[in-house]
């Protein structure tokens, strides 16, 4: 996939604590249109699979049991530069550590509760888009 696609994540704390909203309107406000995008409350198996580059890892189980504790807002976003820009725009993982103005230092709460997840790469986007929209026409 060329860079003009990715995937973010509001998590159960954003999409439970009622940041939707307010997220969306920083990611516009960057550039980003919102290509598709879905609720979904993922199953056990399911964040599994899609963490599974950290399984094993010592927050796995915790980060399992938080993004399966309530409902997800996956959203396909496009602009040019997706992959690189929105990272950008999410800010560092820890919002601790996350420039001002970035969705985590607005939004998240913690090193695990950060609100949003977005793909690392162009690579890992197609796959993490296929996860949410297998067989939704993207076009
Ligand atoms: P995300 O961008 O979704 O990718 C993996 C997630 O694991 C990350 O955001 C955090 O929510 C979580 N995570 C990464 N590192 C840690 C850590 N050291 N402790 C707790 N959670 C973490």
Request: charge should be negative.
């Amino acid at each position: 996939m060329n860079d003009i696609r990715t995937l973010a994540i509001i998590k159960p704390d954003a999409f439970g604590g009622g940041k939707t909203g307010k997220i969306i309107d920083h990611l516009e406000s960057a550039g980003f249109g919102v290509l598709a995008a879905r609720v979904v409350h993922l199953s056990r198996a399911g964040a599994e699979t899609f963490y599974d580059v950290h399984r094993g890892k010592p927050f796995f189980t915790s980060l399992v049991d938080f993004m399966t504790s309530g409902p997800v807002l996956a959203m396909v976003l496009e602009r040019e530069g997706a992959v690189t820009r929105l990272r950008e725009v999410i800010g560092a993982t820890d919002p601790a550590e996350a420039d001002p103005g970035t969705v985590r230092a607005l939004y998240a709460e913690s090193k695990e509760r950060n609100a949003i997840h977005a793909s690392d790469s162009p690579d890992n986007a197609r796959v993490e888009v296929a996860f949410f929209f297998a067989g939704v026409d993207l076009a």
